[in-house]
């Protein structure tokens, strides 16, 4: 079962900022916070991933809580390609067993032009 | 550098006939990840594998289905006597280690009729 729980959809506009939530109040300490992104009819494809930091890159920034129980991706201007449905994964420790992505449902973006 | 390479894209096979998805990781990549994929669902883990050796294949299903990475060659995820319940999207990924992001294929879309 998936241990992060996410909207179902949500919707924005083209050229603005999205906040895309996931919570993860199970979390334990060396859980990876992984988000990954599909889009219509393709396989997915890796965003960004944290442990406790705020993390950027090209493609998106990475906000998490203090407490860890939940963090946000950031889009700073969605475009019509950001169009998907987005996944936010814990990822256990390489070293853990259990390293498998486990996937939720997802968000479903929808970007209005 | 080409990504991770899925065929056929499409395939359709009638009951009881076996399906063979062929996977080729990325170059240098010795990990490959095989998930399946229902409409509107979140992937779900399978099997994974290095070469020559399958590391875990508890996501998989302990009749009918197998997965190898040869020495040479691309992976494959073979499903004998297909049922219409195997109709799905089948991902492949893989990655240089375990504690890397996965790069993903295409898929390869199953129906069986």
């Known amino acids: 079962d998936a241990k992060t729980t996410q909207p179902n959809s949500m919707e924005s506009n083209e050229e603005e900022p999205v906040h895309l939530p996931c919570n993860h109040s199970?979390?334990?300490?060396?859980?990876?916070i992984h988000w990954y992104r599909q889009l219509p009819s393709q396989g997915p494809e890796y965003v960004i991933h944290?442990?406790?930091?705020?993390v950027n890159n090209r493609m998106a920034s990475l906000a998490i809580a203090e407490d860890r129980k939940s963090s946000t991706l950031i889009l700073h201007r969605a475009t019509l390609r950001d169009a998907a449905v987005y996944y936010c994964?814990?990822?256990?420790?390489?070293?853990?067993?259990?390293?498998?992505?486990?996937w939720g449902a997802g968000t479903k973006l929808i970007i209005k032009p | 550098n080409a990504g991770v390479m899925q065929n056929p894209r499409h395939l359709v096979r009638r009951r009881g006939q076996e399906a063979r998805l062929r996977c080729s990781p990325m170059k240098g990549h010795s990990h490959v990840y095989w998930y399946r994929q229902l409409p509107e669902e979140g992937l779900k883990f399978m099997v994974y594998?290095?070469?020559?050796?399958?590391?875990?294949e508890s996501g998989m299903p302990k009749e009918r289905f197998s997965a190898e990475f040869p020495k040479e060659g691309p992976s494959i995820l073979r499903i004998q006597q297909v049922v219409r319940g195997d109709s799905a999207a089948y991902f492949c990924?893989?990655?240089?280690?375990?504690?890397?992001?996965?790069?993903f294929g295409p898929g390869t879309r199953l129906t069986v009729l």
């Open positions: 199970t979390i334990s300490g060396t859980d990876y």
């Open positions: 944290g442990l406790t930091s705020n």
């Open positions: 994964i814990l990822r256990a420790h390489p070293m853990d067993s259990n390293y498998q992505l486990i």
């Open positions: 594998l290095q070469k020559e050796n399958i590391i875990d």
């Open positions: 990924a893989s990655s240089p280690g375990t504690a890397y992001e996965q790069f």
